[in-house]
Each structure stands twice: as structure tokens, then as C-alpha cells.
């Protein structure tokens, strides 16, 4: 192992540390070695048996580091000119939600055209560790959910439920099942972070009470708390918004949510919520009124909307190759202030009548998409809360303002550390200038040109960058994909249909 390859690992090691939420002394703890030579790893400055790779793979859920079949990596032949038709398929961030959302209910939900993607698959065994019986249907990915009588809390997946991090959505639920219980939790959720401190005080007017301890939330539930005012939630987070939700649908008093999220999947949530016999007002305002139920015991159908941020992955696909196609089934409502941001950019597109989405409610249009001459915004691009600008679809404008004339700003104040991934693209040729930890500048248009990166762990930097090679001249690999499967199904062999040369192989 030369140094500069000791060198390679250890920044992948310090990056999936860092992407998974945890210090170096946490990371120590788990392997039961110290936090110096976590330290010297990360420098390069440390040999590394295969053995610790494979357990430190499993320590940050990375396949950057895993041993057995290896990683899974794309070759990508460029450039690309893409042609042709796509659906776009149901919400990632929906399915998640509505898994958790299920365990409300004692009878049977089937929900339709579930995105059959890594993380609802860790979400699938930690369900079928408590008891859930679990099936897919059909090839449409169509999914069966029904509870035991009573769940098995003290037989939780803990590997499963450490592989994902919306294993959090489990509380509101489950608050109302147990009056104590324990969920592992992903490295980096201690409370009284801002990720985590708004759902304890989203839940304590419930009663619940948690601590956290060896890697475990230990949750202690006083039924005679109740909520007796309005509860105002400090951070209009979507996954507080949905924890809040599933607390409120169980309590038969109403609830009154101010400072929600009116974001797609909270939305979704709602919808489904009112299958179930709970009344919620407000929906798509930062205000909820919901009335619960004692119990919940109902066969219910729920098809959820189709996911916003997979539409503009393929609008910025189709944009950076300057290509012609048509994705069908966009959630328009969750798009309008990026298509008229890109509209300013010089962007032309043309766009059907709308319709509605299975579940009803959600607004769907096809968009046409014209091979266009991009120019700079006048103004730095910035995410803001339902109906701005999503903050998942930021890093998409990161690659298409790098085939844009002019220079470009891009404000990511949400994460701390992810606009710096966007500055992989300057390996492909682009011209991207980070700031500070949340801005990064961008000046085009880029003549990309291929090579090969490893994945950040970061989902939609990492897709970002694929969609790059695809406007890339010459061949591009992208090593170590697996946090794209995460949350894209079959990305890869999608882009296929249109025209893209994208060939999946692993190392021998």
C-alpha cells in the first residue's frame, strides 16, 4: 500500500465519518482503538488490515471501505446527447415517511409504487424485526404492510436501524405503543443537536421523554402529559413537521402544529393521515390542525406523489447534455420556483396542462425540455422552506450553472458541510470556488472533460457529479456508489434508456 493510496482512504474515511455525523472519538469507540489512530488513518499515516477496512465499512455504513462483492462502480462513456421519455418515480422521502407513518395503524396499508431504494430497505428490516410482516406485490413495486398485535421493541434490527437515519420517525409513533422503549440511532444524533433537539420538543408535549446513552434513545413515555397549547416547532424541519404528525394522529384531542413544514412529503403524510380516519387541516400551510383517533384500525391504499427532486435530476441531465426529452409526471407545485429560476437562467422548456397525482391531491405536468444557452443568475441561488426553492434541489444547480455563462452563487446555509463536495466538478474541468462551508462559486460555461472520482457521501452532490460525466468528454468512472442507490432507483440504467453509456462493474 503506497502512501499516496494510505492517503486516498484515509480522506474517504474522514469524509464518510464527517457525512455520518460523528467525531473521531466516536468513530474510536466503535472500532475499540483510539481516537490518535483514527487520527493517523484519516492523515494516511497508518497501515490498515483488510480486517479493519471491513470494520470500518461497517462502523460508517460506507462501501468506500467494505469488503465481500466489493462496491459497486459506474463507467460513464461521454458526452452525451439524451433522447426520449421518462416517468418520474414516486418520493423518496414520501415512502420513507409513510413506512414509519404505518406503524399508526393496526390494520393492513398497501402503498403503491413504493421507491424500492436502500433506504427503505433498511427501513423494511427494522419493520420486520418488530413483528411487521412486509411483502412486494408486484414488478410496480407495490407494498403490503401489516403489524402484530403487539410489537417486538426489544427485537430492533440495531444494525438496520443504525443504517438509517429515519429511524427517528419511529418516536411519534411509537410513543403511543410503549410507554418505554429503546431505538439505536445513527452516529451523530445527540440530542441537543439542531438536528435532533426540535423533535424532543416537538414530542415532550406528548410526554415523551428521551436520553441518550451507548448509542440509544431510551424513550420514557407520562401519559398524563398532554399538549395544552399550540405546539410551535423551533425548526420548520420536515421530518419534526412528520414526527409531530404522527404523535398528534394517536391522540384524540386536537393538536395544533405551527412552524410546520408544508414540504411534499409532509403533505403526503397529511393525505395518507386522512385515509386513516385522522382529521388534518391546513395542509400545505405552516399551520396543522389535527384531531386523532384513540386507535386506528383500517385497511387503507395510498399511492404517494412522485418525488420532486428526482424531476430535477432529470432536468439538469437533460440541460447540461443539452438534450430533448420529456419527463412525464412532475410535480409541478414543488417546482415552479426552480423551473422559473432556470427560466431567468435562459432555460426553455414546454410544459403539458396539469393533472393530478394517484393520491388525488398533488398537481402533475410532462416537461419538454429544449437544448438551451444558459446565462448567470443576477442573484445568488439560495434554498428556503415550501414554496422556495428545495434545499435538496440546490447542488443540481451547482453542475448546470457550470455550462452557464457567468458567474454563479450558490448559498447552501442549511448543511455545514455540503457545498463542499460541489468542488469535485473541478476535477472534471469546471471552474467552482468554495467560499466558506456553506457557499461556493461558480463560473462557466465548462468544457467538462472525463476522469475518475470516488463518490462523495453525500446523495445529491454525488448524483451531481454523475450527471457531470455525463456532458464529459471521453470516459469518466465513478467509484463507490452506493449512497446514490440510497435514494435513486436504478439511476443508472434509467439515464440508459435515454441514451446515456453508463456500464455498472465492481473491482475483481
Known amino acids: 500500500m503506497t502512501e499516496g493510496y494510505k492517503g486516498r482512504i484515509g480522506h474517504l474515511i474522514r469524509d464518510a465519518r464527517k457525512h455520518r455525523g460523528l467525531t473521531q472519538h466516536q468513530l474510536a469507540e466503535r472500532l475499540g482503538t483510539s481516537q490518535s489512530a483514527i487520527n493517523r488513518i484519516e492523515k494516511g499515516q497508518q497501515n490498515l488490515s483488510l480486517e479493519m477496512l471491513a470494520r470500518i465499512g461497517a462502523a460508517l455504513d460506507s462501501e468506500i471501505v467494505a469488503l465481500g462483492a466489493g462496491p459497486t462502480h459506474l463507467r460513464i462513456t461521454g458526452p452525451t446527447t439524451l433522447s426520449g421519455t421518462i416517468e418520474v418515480k414516486t418520493s423518496k422521502n414520501a415512502g420513507v415517511a409513510l413506512l414509519c407513518a404505518s406503524l399508526l395503524n393496526r390494520g393492513r396499508t398497501t402503498l403503491r409504487k413504493v421507491a424500492r431504494i436502500e433506504e427503505v430497505n433498511r427501513l423494511l428490516e427494522v419493520l420486520g424485526s418488530l413483528g411487521v410482516t412486509t411483502r412486494w406485490l408486484n414488478a410496480e413495486n407495490d407494498l403490503e404492510i401489516i403489524p402484530p398485535k403487539e410489537l417486538r421493541l426489544d427485537a430492533i434490527d440495531e444494525d438496520a436501524a443504525r443504517r438509517t437515519r429515519s429511524v427517528i420517525m419511529f418516536l411519534g409513533p411509537l410513543l403511543h405503543r410503549a410507554e418505554t422503549f429503546e431505538l439505536p440511532y445513527a452516529g451523530g444524533c445527540n440530542l441537543g443537536t439542531r438536528t435532533v433537539e426540535p423533535h424532543m420538543s416537538a414530542l415532550r408535549p406528548f410526554g415523551l421523554e428521551v436520553k441518550a446513552t451507548e ?13 395544552t397549547r399550540p405546539i410551535v416547532l423551533t425548526e420548520r424541519g420536515d421530518t419534526v413537521t412528520e414526527n409531530a404528525l404522527m404523535a398528534a394522529a394517536l391522540h384524540p384531542g386536537t393538536t395544533i402544529i405551527r412552524n410546520a413544514s408544508s414540504n411534499y412529503m409532509v403533505q ?27 386507535e386506528i384500525d383500517v385497511d387503507v391504499d395510498y399511492a404517494p406523489a412522485e418525488d420532486p427532486i428526482e424531476a430535477m435530476s432529470l432536468l439538469a441531465a437533460a440541460i447540461v447534455t443539452r438534450s430533448e426529452i420529456t419527463i412525464t409526471r412532475a410535480p409541478i407545485e414543488f417546482l415552479e420556483i426552480e423551473l422559473a429560476t432556470l427560466a431567468e437562467m435562459g432555460f426553455r422548456y414546454t410544459q403539458s396542462e396539469e393533472y393530478l397525482a394517484r393520491n388525488g391531491h398533488t398537481r402533475l405536468v410532462d416537461i419538454t425540455t429544449h ?3 444558459l446565462v448567470a443568475p443576477h442573484d445568488k441561488i439560495h434554498p428556503m422552506p415550501f414554496p422556495g426553492l428545495n434545499i435538496d434541489n440546490l447542488p443540481f444547480f451547482a453542475v448546470i450553472a457550470a455550462v452557464a455563462t457567468g458567474q454563479t452563487l450558490l448559498h447552501d446555509w442549511v448543511y455545514e458541510n455540503r457545498a463542499i463536495y460541489l468542488t469535485e466538478l473541478t476535477k472534471l474541468g469546471a471552474a467552482v470556488k468554495l467560499l466558506d462551508p456553506h457557499r461556493v462559486m461558480i463560473e462557466g460555461p465548462t468544457h467538462f472533460s472525463g476522469t475518475e472520482i470516488v463518490c462523495p457521501p453525500a446523495l445529491r452532490p454525488a448524483v451531481v457529479i454523475l450527471l457531470a460525466m455525463l456532458a464529459s468528454k471521453g470516459t469518466s468512472v465513478l467509484r463507490s456508489t452506493y449512497v446514490i442507490h440510497r435514494g435513486y432507483e436504478d439511476l443508472a440504467e434509467r439515464l440508459n434508456t435515454l441514451g446515456a453509456s453508463i456500464e455498472t462493474f465492481r473491482d475483481i
Open 215 to 227: 448509542g440509544s434513545y431510551h424513550a420514557q413515555v407520562n401519559r398524563a402529559i398532554e399538549p
Open 371 to 373: 437544448p438551451s444557452d
Open 268 to 294: 403526503d403524510l397529511c393525505f395518507y393521515l386522512q385515509k386513516l380516519g385522522v382529521s388534518v387541516e391546513g395542509i400545505g400551510t405552516t399551520t396543522l390542525t389535527v384531531t386523532g383517533c384513540a
